[in-house]
């Protein structure tokens, strides 16, 4: 049956179109299963009451979840400290990052060495880094104050502080935030013709110019992503400052993600909680969107 | 026809899988369990097992509760208990999943004001008829409160504890100090003593108060200090003047006499023990369960011993949070776990279980019977004293409680303890936070 179908020019194309399909269907269901639906429940469930109580039935009742989030001043608060963080996360990662790419990929003796050291952040899940870095903070046991005490300045309680608290965990997220950018950046820097570079430099430009007008350029789509990557990331990020502070002290490092997750799991409000999500991936978007547009007319009006 | 029939099968499973997912949400359902159950039991020979997930992680308490479970599958060979082995960290995720994803055990070891939101959503057994009432008469009024809510008792209670003075003798000494043998210990007492331990760039307390809501809650009771009027969602706060007399009190000794190291309220408990045995501060303020690791923990020659419990201008009282053991609603065999509990609570197995984590056995008989066991052990007198003033905090029946304290109270009390805002701002922050939360 299928041999006399196939002669038939029209029919063979949709049959290819069908193979294509039924090739594809496999690979997409998962996507399907495991992101897509999910990602829809969620989102939906910011329209209704849903709770974790035993056999609950949630019921849609619209915009009430945002319009009572509108007047939540303890989310907008943490939504004001997500911004700070994620800002500083990102830009300072940058910052550190590239000077650290920058002496990478000059011609250091140990090269391998050291790149590979510099990696090792990169290594460490974020809980052991947290860990590690709550005992480095530590007021009474941490080396951190032995050495500031050892050269005559006053101990600081780091992470009990109001002051100090949301800087501190900021250092923390930036150094093991540094070897992805770093590895971005390094490779980015490779791609950089080394004819302009030598062109400017017998053109009389010093190391400052020819990184400026040189490196920095040819960085633009590195920097771009990575940057926006950082953002997205350091906004969403949790587990780093739930180990370390828990959103304390006095509420001074409660990301809006740590919020979020009291509001669903200790509140057990799924669907008040799923409404503050939806409003963040938002908030993210829009963030973005705005940085992403005015650097790409940048980029082309210096074309 | 083979391509459409591949077609066919890939969109079927397609299907098949997205309504598994689908179903997973609502797959706590008790309805065909309990069917289940019924023709189970109805068969008389069976062997029921059933799941005990137990949270006790102390080498001394994990061996109790085991040699507990073996003496008792050794004598029912018709219930059998299963010991699954939890640890305290990370115990509230694990249970809310373990509930939502409908894979609870049976019998379910907990605290009394953590387990409540569980019984407020509908997911533990009414034991009310099923507790022996020998136990029932010999664990105090107050106790009971503490793990009753809507009106049906939702855990068998069984060790508590409470917050204690510790102090270093020999620093007491040297300061001149007399230890006070009193029944109870006044406010004023433990500021004049920290007052006289206090020396040159030496604190006499240190107390660890970086999640200070539990301890202000249990022991502004003395003072009076319930903070809550109401149960439910139908809840008034009021912060008045018992309420902050313990907050006050230890503003005070940190600020104004100098005597309690302000460091030591941005730590843990546990993270301000080192300095304790390092001499440092004369006193400390603990958990009364640290006892035991004291005990064992204790540089060589360190002396110390337990001051008597702190009364407040009303009584000696502390909030009652009982360890709990409740069973799960969607169990097969609730019953069978409530003859388990009883043999668990029983007086011999209780007073093991609260000696080998030094806690406060619940029931009057067990307490009696670790006194005994307990005369010649430092520490313990007063300890076990201190039970005697647990009583249910109004905050157990709160709905609304838990979010309060993590959004509102700890950081407003950490800005009281660092000296950000005065104690007219800490009222007003409590009070406004709770009418953003409580909407």
């Known amino acids: ?303 | 026809m083979k391509k459409r029939f591949v077609l066919a099968a890939a969109m079927a499973a397609t299907a098949a899988l997205a309504l598994t997912a689908c179903q997973q949400g609502s797959a706590s359902g008790g309805g065909d369990n309990d069917n289940d159950g019924g023709g189970e039991s109805g068969g008389g020979e069976e062997v029921v097992t059933l799941e005990f997930q137990s949270l006790s992680d102390q080498p001394l308490a994990m061996e109790a509760v085991q040699g507990i479970v073996d003496s008792w599958n050794a004598d029912n060979p018709d219930i059998q208990v299963e010991l699954v082995q939890a640890g305290w960290d990370g115990i509230y995720d694990k249970l809310i999943t373990q509930f939502n994803g409908g894979t609870a055990p049976d019998i379910i070891h907990y605290e009394a004001g953590s387990i409540a939101p569980f019984a407020v959503d509908g997911y533990l057994a009414d034991l009310t008829d099923l507790i022996n009432p020998d136990f029932a008469s010999d664990v105090s009024e107050g106790i009971w409160e503490s793990v009753t809510v809507n009106d049906q008792i939702i855990a068998y209670p069984t060790t508590l504890q409470s917050y204690m003075v510790f102090a270093n003798t020999d620093l007491l000494e040297a300061a001149g100090v007399e230890v006070p043998t009193g029944a109870t210990m006044t406010w004023d007492e433990l500021r004049e003593i920290a007052q006289a331990t206090t020396t040159d760039g030496q604190y006499g307390l240190g107390w660890g108060l970086s999640s200070p809501t539990a301890t202000f809650m249990s022991l502004g009771l003395g003072f009076d200090g319930g903070y809550f009027e109401g149960s439910g969602s139908d809840v008034t706060i009021d912060v008045g003047e018992g309420e902050l007399a313990v907050p006050e009190a230890i503003h005070q000794m940190a600020y104004e006499d100098l005597s309690l190291d302000p460091v030591s309220l941005t730590q843990s408990g546990s993270e301000v023990l080192p300095s304790w045995y390092a001499g440092e501060t004369a006193l400390t303020v603990q958990g009364s369960f640290r006892v035991a690791s004291i005990g064992t923990d204790a540089p060589e020659g360190f002396n110390w011993t337990v001051l008597p419990p702190l009364e407040g201008s009303v009584s000696a009282d502390q909030a009652a949070n009982p360890q709990t053991y409740s069973v799960n609603i969607d169990s097969e065999h609730v019953e069978e776990s409530a003859q388990f509990l009883d043999f668990f609570t029983s007086t011999e197995n209780l007073a093991a279980l609260a000696y080998a984590d030094a806690l406060v056995p619940a029931s009057a008989s067990a307490r009696d019977a670790l006194a005994e066991q307990t005369a010649d052990e430092n520490g313990w007198a007063a300890v076990l004293a201190s039970g005697d003033s647990l009583v249910a905090p109004p905050f157990l029946t709160v709905d609304a409680y838990t979010q309060w304290k993590d959004t509102v109270a700890t950081p407003a009390f950490q800005r009281f303890l660092a000296d950000e805002i005065d104690s007219a701002q800490l009222q007003a922050d409590l009070t406004d936070g709770w009418e953003q939360v409580n909407r």
């Open chain 1, 1 to 303: 049956m299928s041999a006399t179908v196939v002669s038939r020019p029209g029919v063979s194309s949709r049959a290819q179109r069908r193979e294509a399909i039924a090739l594809v269907v496999p690979a997409m269901a998962p996507i399907i299963v495991f992101s897509v639906i999910p990602l829809m429940a969620g989102v939906y469930l910011g329209f209704t009451d849903a709770t974790l109580r035993r056999n609950d039935v949630a019921d849609f009742i619209g915009l009430d979840n945002f319009v009572r989030l509108m007047g939540d001043r303890f989310f907008w608060e943490s939504f004001r400290i997500g911004l700070v963080w994620a800002v500083a996360c990102s830009v300072l990662t940058l910052l550190c990052a590239m000077g650290l790419a920058l002496l990478l990929n000059t011609d250091l003796r140990l090269k391998s060495l050291t790149r590979v050291l510099a990696l090792i952040p990169w290594a460490m899940p974020p809980v052991v880094v947290a860990i590690m870095w709550r005992m480095i903070y530590s007021p009474t046991a941490g080396p951190l104050n032995a050495a500031l005490e050892a050269v005559g300045l006053p101990a600081v309680n780091w992470l009990g502080d109001f002051s100090t608290a949301l800087p501190a965990v900021i250092v923390v997220a930036v150094w093991s935030g540094m070897p992805q950018t770093t590895v971005l950046l390094l490779a980015g820097m490779q791609q950089v013709p080394t004819e302009q570079l030598e062109a400017a430099a017998v053109d009389g430009a010093n190391a400052a110019r020819r990184f400026w007008h040189v490196t920095l350029p040819a960085l633009r789509p590195v920097v771009l992503a990575s940057t926006a990557l950082d953002f997205i990331w350091s906004f969403n990020s949790f587990g780093l400052v739930y180990v370390m502070t828990e959103g304390g002290p006095g509420g001074r490092t409660m990301l809006p993600m740590l919020f979020t997750y009291l509001e669903a799991f200790k509140n057990r409000n799924i669907g008040y909680a799923s409404a503050m999500g939806d409003v963040l991936v938002i908030a993210v978007l829009l963030v973005l969107s705005v940085y992403l547009i005015q650097q790409f007319r940048k980029g082309k009006a210096e074309r």
